[in-house]
């Protein structure tokens, strides 16, 4: 029942994930190319999400600690 | 197509043309109002509106082709530093070891690109077919193991696949029939092979008479043919123009145009495409300050066009560059390989289609390659130019002459497009061309795809731009047994991949409507609709009667 319910989700994905091949010419490259596009593609957002979580916290912290909301 | 008549606007003046970046009009021929209906018996169809688009496609496109360059070139890099250092085995041609000092030969671009990118879709170029290029065709089943460096044939073919990518505008490449008996006659008579060169021993009768034919067809004095088209190029404008002449070319012409050119060793300026507002502007440069060290007048300006580009699908603008010659008193050189059989009402190229008197242009060039089913290329003008190529021609000295059968076979086809043999049939197949054209082009551009060119040319690109979509347009078509042509760098600019269709006379209206449907899903799967002028699937209000405003 879960399988079937994941199906067109699984599709859809499926489906994304081909557009994003075809539109950064990964689609004309071999698959280990993929792996390696994919994990660098994957560490540097990482990297950017994290820095961002960090410095938009303490930035947020900061702001409130201004107007006195927070002590 | 209504008839604008009046042959004033015909005759080579400078008729407004509007360039309508919409993807499609009507087409209908009534902006001036007023339709001149009394003088119309005996005039040709003047073509009086000129609509073509080239519409630009929305910037996250750019964006998206131009960093899959990027990344398609840094994976190149990458794997270029691996077959450097030994890692992976290198495929591609390396100089010997002897020669690793010199300067290096595959480190080019055009090598790199070849190596890492053209490579890896490999597999939708250079497809080996086996049958007669006609509507349908079968090609051979090939697969690669190591990524298209290396091909086998798995000896299964893939039969009647939707032939969308040859030259075959009339539909006379076809397999032997009836109608083709002259050729089997002419074969047993002369055989295949001339031997010899036009000057020496190889002018034939069977020469002479599709001479004949041709300048009767083309409404000229004279013409003479040539065994190959792009030898007919190269090897006459070098006899035609030399050192101190000026050649106006435009910028889009063909390898073959550009290479006679440069073999004349005459000054070549090259203008923007179709653009008779920079070619006027060239014109005036070169008569007010001639050559360019000692200002001496320019012994010949010759100006070289197509009359359809075979990547833009575009047509010439011809009567404002005849107009324009005629003024600066320039010559003009046409090349219809593409043309010629496939415009004008009856089938006689650009110059028929804008309703012109062929005397008006100098140089009458063509090929019998695209729409009469045969090989060769003939130029076409008054006597005397035709009588000195004969004597100085490079390719009437040292190229062997045209073959009998394939004159034999051009002598039917041009026949059967005059109606010589009492039917109508040739006629018939133009207009059915026309008519294919038409739709197909509406079709597309009512689905959304970016099309190039005129709305009348039956050479129609499809932009796709990004060269991961280019690879897999081309395959998905091939798993629905359609064949297609997809182009990419260096043919055409890097940023403007594209899909080139050719229509033919032979395609059935059940084959364009087998290949729409394709297209359309395959431009959902792909996401190839990108054009902004995408006619709404909904019926507009003003074409109903009453003007009742619903929904």
């Known amino acids: 029942m879960a399988s079937m319910a994941l199906a067109p989700a699984w599709k859809q994905m499926s489906w994304f994930y081909y557009q994003y091949l075809l539109l950064m010419a990964l689609y004309v490259l071999e698959p280990w190319e993929w792996t ?8 540097v957002v990482g990297m950017a999400l994290y820095t961002g979580y960090v410095f938009m916290w303490q930035h947020i912290m900061a702001i409130l600690h201004y107007f006195e909301i927070v002590r | 197509m209504a008839n604008p008549g009046g042959g004033a606007v015909c005759n080579g003046n400078l008729h407004n043309h509007k360039k309508q970046s919409n993807g499609s009009q009507s087409g ?44 398609g070139t840094l994976f190149g890099h990458f794997r270029d530093f691996l077959r450097k250092c030994g890692i992976e085995k290198c495929n591609t041609a390396i100089e010997r070891e002897k020669q690793r000092d010199f300067v290096p030969l595959y480190q080019d671009f055009e090598n790199f690109y070849t190596r890492n990118l053209y490579m890896r879709i490999r597999d939708n170029w250079n497809r080996p077919i086996c049958s007669a290029p006609g509507p349908q065709f079968d090609i051979m089943e090939r697969v690669s193991d190591d990524y298209n460096w290396t091909f086998r044939f798995t000896g299964r073919t893939i039969k009647d696949v939707i032939n969308m990518g040859s030259y075959n505008f009339l539909g006379l490449a076809a397999r032997y029939d009836e109608s083709m008996r002259t050729i089997k006659e002419v074969l047993e008579v002369y055989g295949t092979g001339v031997s010899s060169t036009r000057q020496e021993m190889g002018t034939l009768d069977k020469h002479k008479e599709l001479e004949d034919l041709v300048a009767k067809f083309l409404n000229v004095e004279a013409a003479m043919v040539f ?70 007048a320019w012994k010949k300006i010759l100006i070289l066009v197509e009359g359809i580009y075979s990547m833009e699908g575009s047509i010439l603008h011809l009567p404002q560059i005849v107009a324009l010659k005629n003024k600066y008193k320039a010559y003009l050189y046409i090349d219809e390989a593409h043309s010629i059989g496939a415009v004008g009402p009856t089938g006689r190229g650009v110059v028929d289609f804008f309703g012109m008197d062929p005397r008006e242009i100098d140089v009458l060039m063509g090929t019998f390659t695209k729409s009469f089913g045969a090989a060769g290329g003939y130029i076409a003008g008054r006597k005397d130019l035709v009588d000195y190529l004969r004597a100085n021609s490079h390719s009437a000295a040292y190229a062997t002459s045209m073959s009998p059968p394939i004159s034999e076979k051009i002598i039917t086809s041009i026949k059967f497009l005059m109606g010589d043999d009492g039917s109508t049939q040739g006629l018939q197949r133009i207009q059915q061309l026309a008519k294919n054209t038409r739709y197909f082009r509406k079709k597309l551009s009512e689905m959304g795809f970016i099309v190039y060119g005129n709305e009348k040319s039956p050479v129609v690109p499809v932009l796709l731009y990004m060269p991961g979509k280019v690879a897999a347009f081309a395959r998905s078509l091939l798993q629905k047994k359609i064949g ?52 709404s699937m909904r019926r507009e209000p003003y074409e109903e009667t009453s003007f009742e405003l619903d929904d």
């Open chain 1, 36 to 43: 390696v596009f994919n994990s660098m593609l994957a560490s």
């Open chain 2, 484 to 535: 297609v042509v997809v182009v990419g760098f260096p043919a055409t600019p890097l940023a403007e991949a594209r899909a080139r269709f050719c229509i033919s006379a032979a395609h059935t209206r059940k084959n364009l409507n087998t290949v729409l449907e394709a297209l359309d899903e395959i431009g959902d799967l792909l996401q190839l609709k990108y054009s902004r002028h995408r006619k």
């Open chain 2, 227 to 296: 065994g190959m088209g792009f030898a007919t190029n190269s090897m006459n404008i070098p006899a035609l123009v030399g050192k101190g002449c000026l050649i106006l070319s435009d910028e889009l012409n063909h390898a073959s145009l550009v290479l006679g050119a440069r073999l004349s060793g005459a000054t070549i300026r090259v203008f923007k495409h179709n653009n008779s507002q920079n070619l006027e502007m060239l014109l005036k440069d070169a008569v007010i300050y001639g050559q360019p060290r000692t200002h001496r």
């Open chain 2, 28 to 71: 209908n021929c009534r902006k001036n109002g007023i339709i001149k209906e009394d003088q119309q018996n005996g005039k040709p169809h003047c073509y009086k509106q000129i609509v073509e688009s080239f519409e630009e496609p929305p910037l996250h496109v750019m964006v998206f082709t131009y960093l899959g360059y990027g990344i």
